[in-house]
């Protein structure tokens, strides 16, 4: 193999491995606590590189806040049972999480109770 293809090779290499490189830590959330709460799904993002559950929760006084949770890639969840309906807008769920270190109103997902009861869990967590 000559120098010049050897260096296009390496290129090419490392031009598709930097959006691995660019993935995010998950040091935001605490994997020392579980929180579940329960809400109404907003949005439930199928997408790359993390799908994304949006919903609605109600603090004790009854107002309602967005929160946003963070689950793993598509073609991951999928194996663990997650389609790209398992959620709609409307939805009340059950979900426990990993919260973000921040207090902000957000985490990583462990596990969901589907409207029809049926439970998925996340692939992705955070691993101690």
Not at 22 to 34: G, I, L, N, R, V
């Amino acid at each position: 193999m000559n120098l010049k293809a050897l260096g296009f090779a390496t290129i090419a290499a490392v031009a598709f491995a930097a959006p691995a490189f660019a993935h995010h830590s998950f040091a935001m959330f605490d994997p020392e606590k579980t929180l579940d709460i329960q809400g109404t799904v907003t949005e439930f993002e199928w997408t790359n590189p993390h799908c994304w559950i949006r919903l609605n929760v109600a603090d004790a006084q009854g107002k309602l806040a967005a929160w946003a949770v963070e689950m793993s890639p598509p073609v991951i969840a999928t194996g663990r049972g997650w389609r790209a309906d398992s959620l709609r807008p409307g939805d009340k769920v059950t979900i426990q999480i990993h919260p973000m270190r921040d207090g902000s109103r957000g985490g990583q997902l462990m596990a969901a109770t589907l409207p029809d009861g049926k439970r998925l869990v996340n692939p992705l967590q955070v691993r101690q």
